[in-house]
């Protein structure tokens, strides 16, 4: 008698390791794979052609696209099958052909991916990749080993993410737009290679930011990045006005402690005043 409960639906052509754990209602499509060390949550629903291996977590309600592989080794000629980790959060959605590689032993051994995320088709997820709550991947986005990408991003298509790089919580990548540094919390970026041209002011008001919170958002990012003389030597002294100044602004506060962390990749430089005139209103 199996010991996976009676409301998992497994399809004859799937291949399911024994030792795989199944929550309630977990759904297998054909010719899908699920090794042994793999925890599937309850209601977890893979279409078809789906690959799960390595020691992978899959949280509730989970739904994967046919041709996904989730936990496999990474791509790191370092590696050498150490039992590190990959973890998708709950309510994730992974659409057609995305590949999510487990971590590495000089990283952190997790990769991770939050829950309610929607990454979209052909994405490639790295290993020792951190991925927060509510993040949106658009198709082909590429990423390497190591980056960390705060809640509610939005990653357009088509985008590049260097290693060790650090998107903040509400930032938005430009489609086809290379990110070499580190983009701030709420931070805009666009461009060939990414430069800061704002604020991510559409995510802002439907998270319900108050016109009061957002003008003063506003105040302290044109301190932090004036469109003329700007000087980076002064940018410590910069930060510690806006640190000063607005108190009170949780944001405003996050976005300074984002960029007073030591970075191994820096921070994306402000766009020019000729790239600020492509900056629209919802960027």
Known sequence: M???????????????????????????????????EVSLGKGVRLHASVIIDGVTDIGAQVEIYPFVTVGLAPQDLKYRGEPTRCSIGAHTVIRENVTIHRGTAQGTALTRVGSHCLIMANAHVAHDCDIGDGVIIVNNVVMGGHVEIGDGARIMGAAALHQFVRIGRGALVGGVCGVEADVIPYGSVLGNRARLVGLHWIWLRRQGVSAEEIQQMRRAFRILYPRTGRNEAVLESRLAAVKRDFPESARVQEIIAFMEVQSRRGLVRAASPAQLSAETEGA
């Open 2 to 36: 199996s010991k996976w409960p009676s409301t998992v639906s497994i399809h004859p052509s799937a291949l399911v390791a024994p030792e795989a754990v199944l929550g309630e209602n977990v759904t297998i499509g054909p010719w899908c794979s699920v090794g042994p």
